[in-house]
């Protein structure tokens, strides 16, 4: 089983920075796709970024040029830089990955989510 722990949340003002972590830890035989989801009040979640073991990405149209994901792989860790950020980008960002399980069933799990508040 996957545990996933998520760091760098926060409060910033807009045009501002911020930089989320999550790392995965637990018992598994490999992870694979590792990306960021957001949900903002009243709204269904939405993908953010996503990233493959061996680099390829996926964006949201809307962040296209401002969000940067990237990983670790030694260390199971994907971040999400965010820059230029909009009062649209407050949301709750949740952390995903899909993982091969120890008994060999794909599997996926999500972070516990982090708070992003961008004030205009």
């Known amino acids: 089983q996957v545990q996933l722990v998520e760091s760098g949340g926060g409060s910033v003002q807009a045009g501002g920075s911020l930089r989320l972590s999550c790392a995965a830890s637990?018992?598994?035989?490999?992870?694979?796709?590792m990306g960021w989801y957001r949900q903002a009040p009243g709204k269904q979640r939405e993908l953010v970024a996503a990233?493959?073991?061996?680099?390829?990405?996926d964006y949201a149209d809307s962040v296209k040029g401002r969000f940067t994901i990237s990983r670790d792989n030694a260390k199971n860790t994907v971040y999400l830089q965010m820059d230029s950020l909009k009062a649209e980008d407050t949301a709750i960002y949740y952390c995903h990955t899909d993982y091969m399980g120890r008994d060999w069933r794909p599997r996926d799990h999500w972070g516990q989510g982090t708070q992003v508040t961008v004030s205009s």
């Open positions: 637990g018992t598994f035989f490999s992870i694979n796709v």
């Open positions: 990233m493959s073991p061996r680099g390829n990405t």
